[in-house]
């Protein structure tokens, strides 16, 4: 690219050899060029760069301070060049080099280990960080990170592939000796305290939503900022909530150890996508996307159907 940078590799090679060895005959014959070819090079190169680069009136050929200043420069480019050629040669572009995956965090303490499993398949290097769905898709959009796992499927962006991963109603769940009727919200919002999930995750908003939705009002009191901790205050009896099946999944409490009933007015649903800039992971979005659908099948979708089978229907994976 010697018309924007004023050089190529194989003229900085040329230079360098022509430098370390002060004689261009000794250079060409390094090289396999010609002298004349190795002259022309060095006169281009200087032209192309508006600087002398070598004192040809000494013998051995010295550099000028521009020259060294190149020289250096050109070494380190030159060191990185050969080393790149090498990996390619070397490596085994069936896995990715590196990846970077970010996920809800209940989707990562629920099957976190067995996708994990399957990252390490089809990569020699990755990583996993689990937060607030906004700050996955600003790393997604802003590249620090590949593939998401979210309730955030960015409708609004363009030029991402998308794969639905599991679809799930919101539901009720209460303390295992609450004795009233739990389809009478307002009457539980007076007996009892509601545990809220942060206001700045989506979960929490979509629930604050439905909140407003039937009218119900519960005091700020309790807030927290994950399903176990919520879910270990409706255990302990400290009061009730509004989460997902996947959440009391992940929080490792038994679906038994509280009582989980469906919302008396028509729940919304929580939607989580796989989402990934196109073109650039090759069929790896795809295999995950399978990989996470089939591990909640075996695992989450089989403690469902054994604790809370009325959900079954309502309950989509893929």
């Known amino acids: 690219?010697?018309?924007?940078?004023?050089?190529?590799?194989?003229?900085?090679?040329?230079?360098?050899?022509?430098?370390?060895?002060?004689?261009?005959?000794?250079?060409?014959?390094?090289?396999?060029?010609?002298?004349?070819?190795?002259?022309?090079?060095?006169?281009?190169?200087?032209?192309?760069?508006?600087?002398?680069?070598?004192?040809?009136?000494?013998r051995p050929i010295e550099m000028t301070a521009a020259g060294r200043f190149?020289?250096?420069?050109?070494?380190?480019?030159?060191?990185?060049?050969?080393?790149?050629?090498?990996?390619?040669?070397?490596?085994?572009?069936?896995?990715?080099?590196?990846?970077?995956?970010?996920?809800?965090?209940?989707?990562?303490?629920?099957?976190?280990?067995?996708?994990?499993?399957?990252?390490?398949?089809?990569?020699?290097?990755?990583?996993?960080?689990?937060?607030?769905?906004?700050?996955?898709?600003?790393?997604?959009?802003?590249?620090?990170?590949?593939?998401?796992?979210?309730?955030?499927?960015?409708?609004?962006?363009?030029?991402?592939v998308r794969y639905q991963i599991l679809r799930e109603p919101f539901i009720l769940a209460l303390p295992n000796d609450y004795k009233g009727d739990p389809g009478d919200l307002q009457q539980l919002n007076k007996k009892m305290d509601f545990v809220r999930y942060s206001a700045h995750s989506l979960i929490g908003q979509t629930i604050e939503r439905y909140l407003r939705h039937i009218q119900l009002e519960p005091a700020q009191r309790l807030r927290l900022d994950n399903s176990y901790a919520v879910v270990s205050m409706v255990a302990s009896g400290a009061g009730w909530t509004i989460t997902t099946p996947l959440c009391l999944f992940q929080s490792g409490i038994r679906l038994h150890q509280v009582n989980c009933v469906p919302l008396p007015q028509e729940a919304p649903f929580r939607h989580l996508t796989l989402v990934a800039r196109r073109g650039e992971l090759s069929d790896l979005p795809k295999e995950i996307a399978e990989d996470s659908r089939q591990i909640l099948r075996d695992s989450f979708l089989a403690e469902v159907a054994q604790e809370l089978p009325w959900l079954m229907d309502q309950i989509s994976i893929g």
């Open 1 to 58: 690219m010697a018309s924007i940078f004023g050089f190529d590799l194989k003229a900085l090679e040329v230079f360098v050899q022509v430098a370390e060895t002060g004689n261009m005959t000794v250079a060409a014959e390094r090289l396999g060029m010609t002298q004349s070819a190795v002259s022309q090079t060095l006169s281009n190169l200087e032209s192309n760069l508006s600087s002398t680069l070598l004192d040809r009136s000494v």
């Open 70 to 160: 190149l020289y250096d420069r050109a070494s380190s480019l030159l060191a990185e060049a050969r080393k790149t050629s090498q990996d390619i040669r070397k490596s085994n572009f069936q896995q990715l080099r590196q990846v970077n995956v970010a996920m809800v965090d209940s989707l990562a303490t629920a099957v976190g280990r067995p996708l994990l499993e399957a990252v390490k398949r089809r990569t020699r290097d990755w990583s996993l960080t689990t937060g607030l769905s906004h700050m996955h898709a600003h790393g997604l959009m802003s590249r620090a990170v590949d593939i998401i796992i979210s309730d955030d499927n960015l409708d609004e962006y363009t030029d991402l």
